[in-house]
């Protein structure tokens, strides 16, 4: 008998990906952290975020460490989702569908944690 | 706007999870989704001593919380909080708050029905919790500072 986990694959959550029902991302702000939440979208396995543009310039800018989190569920064994940490780039075009409105960044993954507790089995102590 | 505006209670009585923004000491963003009471005037949330929400809250206390309402339904604003954590010691606390995590989470007839609908995961959800001693957790309490309703881009 090994542990409980509920790890995933990026890529089990694919539909997730595609259709996210919401997305947040984490960033530092100063001395301090922001967090707020930001249009999505995953193409052709590129993580694209949105961010509104304001008086003062978007709230985020290039080459910024980011945390994105998209998730979904309210019951325990409904929760899942897909932590992406990574820097962000200027979008070279607007992805698919993408609102003008926003300011468009890609975020390059240097770390992607994926989590389905519907998934939830035994592994060997050593498994994932 | 204040954290007791009745807007704010009301949306977070409506709300099953929320997402916890810290920082690390280096300055390495982290967000994650937590379930959570709400207490009236602060929120708790147990989890793992080992995971980095904790870890952070230790070195830097000021986290941002995001709140979207699920019970509402899919779209509108999302409520942030900028809160103050602490990592509580209290026993009795801790009960409380995982008394009441259970009736939100699990004694009502949407959790009662995903766990039957999930008969297959059980054992390894019973085998995992079995296996997890009560001094592995942390409790982090929340006392929210200010609170806004942002609109998600789309």
Known sequence: VGRATRRVQAEDLRELLEAAPRANIAFRLGDGIEAAPVAFRFRAGRYFIGVPRTDTGPMLGPDELVELLID????????????????????????????????????????????????????????? | MAPDDPQVQEFL?????????????????????????????????????????????????????LFDAEQRGPTGPVLRLQAHAAI??????????????ATKYFLRPGGIWNMLTHWRNLPAWVRGRRATRPETNALIEFVPETAEFVPPPS
């Not at chain 1, 932590?83 to 569908?97: I, K, M, S």
């Not at chain 2, 929320?18 to 920082?23: E, F, Q, S, W």
């Open chain 2, 13 to 65: 009585k409506r709300s099953m999870n929320m997402r916890v923004a810290t920082l690390s000491r280096t300055g390495v963003p982290h967000i994650t989704p937590l379930r959570f009471i709400y207490g009236g005037r602060t929120i708790c949330a147990l989890t793992r001593a080992v995971t980095l929400p904790v870890r952070h809250i230790a070195d830097r206390p000021e986290v941002v919380l």
């Open chain 1, 72 to 128: 979904d569920g309210q019951w325990f064994f409904d929760l899942r989702g897909l932590r992406v940490r990574g820097r962000t780039a200027h979008a070279n075009q607007l992805p698919e569908g993408a609102s003008a409105s926003l300011a468009w960044f890609e975020l390059t993954p240097d770390k992607v944690v994926a989590w389905d507790y519907g998934t939830l089995h035994e592994v060997a102590d050593d498994g994932p």
């Open chain 2, 88 to 101: 509580r010691s209290d026993p009795g606390l801790a009960a409380r708050c995982q008394r009441r995590a």
